[in-house]
Every structure is written in C-alpha cells, then in structure tokens.
C-alpha cells in the first residue's frame, strides 16, 4: 500500500499531540521538593512517588519519532516520483519553514531530555553531605516549555510537508508541460518534413 502525504502528515500530527500531552502530564506529576530527613552526617532526600522521569522519556521519544517521520516525509518518493531536492529548496518559504522545524525540534529534545535526565540524578543521588540542602527537583517549568515546543515542531513539520507537496506539483506539472511541448514540436516537425518532400517533387 503506497503512503500518501495525508497519512504521513495524521502520523507527524499523533505523535506531535502525544508528545505534548506526555509532557504536560511530567510538568504536572513532577513533585515540587523532596523531604530531607538527617541521618548521621548526611541528609537524605524522600521524594514521593514520581513518574515525570518515565513521562519525560516517553514524551522525548514521541518527539523523536514525529521529528524523524515529518524530515522523511518531504523527501519520500510519493507515488514512486522523487523529487530532486534542488527543486524543493528553490521555494524560501520551504527553506524557512524546514530550518524553523529543525531549531524547534532540537529545542524541544533539549528541554525535556536535559530536564528528565536531572529529574532523575535528584532521585537516584539523594544522599547529601550538605546538611543544609533543600532536596531540589528539576526546575519547574521546563518540561511544559518543552511539550509545547514539541507541539509546535510538529506544526511546523505539517506546513514544511504542504509547502513540499506544493512543490512537488508545480514541479510535476511543468515536467510534463515539457514532455508534451516537446512532443508537439517532433510531431510538426516531422509534417513539415513530409510536406517539403512532397512539394519538391
């Protein structure tokens, strides 16, 4: 069965909604503090129950996948036509738009997996010498400005992929109006042919 531009654009657009939805879910369950409790020299930080670390992860890796199939998707051969990539960077807007969903995109992954990953050294290293520690969490607010960042990488992905079907047309429809000029012209050239042979003898 051959993938249409529709059902690449429907999965950039699940797995983009998902990624959101996964990262709003970990900036919510995401505890603001830890309990210290002294024992001895140390001070040894209690967290309740934290599922942001897995959200997190899960929310990156839906990003990742919406980020991998919306790049695949400008450059699949539809309908087994491919397209020259000198013929898609020829649009500005498609330049903008492809090079704005590749910043998001890197934007997005960097936010959630630098704030997931130190969500998760707070919990497993919760032995602190420092008497005095507060038992900190990752800084609050991150992995929602990454969702939403997420969010809007995968929008952006849909509007690079119209523009590249966009071009895809216009670039198909002036091959073809070549074929059939060119066509046209052998054809009367030939009639031409024949009718000088004939009026010279």
């Not at 249409?4 to 990262?23: C, E």
């Not at 910043?103 to 050294?121: M, V």
Request: overall charge neutral; some cysteine; glycine content about 8%.
């Amino acid at each position: 069965m051959a993938v249409t531009v529709k059902q690449m654009a429907m999965i950039v657009a699940f797995f983009g909604v998902l990624s959101f939805i996964f990262g709003i879910i970990a900036e919510n369950k995401k505890p603001a503090a830890g309990k210290p409790v002294p024992w001895k020299d140390v001070v040894i930080c209690k967290y309740p129950s934290d599922p942001s670390v897995a959200l997190g992860y899960l929310s990156f890796a839906f990003l990742l996948i919406s980020t991998v199939v919306g790049f695949l998707s400008l450059f699949y051969p539809y309908q087994g036509k491919s397209l020259p990539q000198a013929a898609l960077f020829r649009s500005k807007s498609f330049v903008v738009f492809f090079n704005i969903s590749l910043l998001t995109a890197g934007l997005a992954a960097a936010l959630l997996l630098w704030t997931t990953i130190t969500e998760q050294l707070h919990l497993s290293r919760n032995v602190h010498h420092n008497l005095k520690t507060d038992c900190p969490t990752a800084k609050t607010g991150l992995l929602g400005g990454g969702a939403f960042v997420s969010l809007d990488s995968s929008l952006f992905w849909l509007v690079a992929l119209m523009l590249a079907d966009n071009a895809r047309e216009d670039y198909f429809e002036e091959s073809d109006k070549d074929v059939k000029g060119s066509g046209y012209t052998e054809v009367h050239g030939a009639d031409y042919g024949q009718h000088v042979v004939k009026g010279s003898a």
